[in-house]
Nanobody, 121 residues
Framework: QVQLVQSGGGLVQAGGSLRLSCVAS????????LAWLRQAPGKEREFIAR???????DYADFVKGRFTISRDNAKKTMYLQMNNLKPEDTGVYYC???????????????WGQGTQVTVSS
């Protein structure tokens, strides 16, 4: 059973930065596609970014230039560095992982517990 445990998040003022982390309990972490998604109040969960096993990254347009996804296979950890945060970035952020699929939706097999990010204006 794969477990993803998230940390980070919290309350920050607009223009500030936060870093989210997600540690996986899986031996073959290096082959997984990893992703971050978020869900704002009253909205559907939306894709933020993903990184493939070969370290190819892909971002949603609304975070390009502000957010960076990365992975450390030795630590079995993925990160989301968020800079220049905006109030509309407020929501619950989820990490996700899958050894075979790696799209932009809910198809990932494994999910973190979610962490709240609140950006005040």
């Amino acid at each position: 059973q794969v477990q993803l445990v998230q940390s980070g998040g919290g309350l920050v003022q607009a223009g500030g930065s936060l870093r989210l982390s997600c540690v996986a309990s899986v031996r073959t972490f290096s082959i997984y596609t990893l992703a971050w998604l978020r869900q704002a109040p009253g909205k559907e969960r939306e894709f933020i970014a993903r990184v493939s096993w070969s370290n190819v990254t892909d971002y949603a347009d609304f975070v390009k230039g502000r957010f960076t996804i990365s992975r450390d296979n030795a630590k079995k950890t993925m990160y989301l560095q968020m800079n220049n945060l905006k109030p509309e970035d407020t929501g619950v952020y989820y990490c996700a992982a899958d050894p075979l699929r790696g799209g932009k939706g809910p198809e990932y097999d494994y999910w973190g517990q979610g962490t709240q990010v609140t950006v005040s204006s």
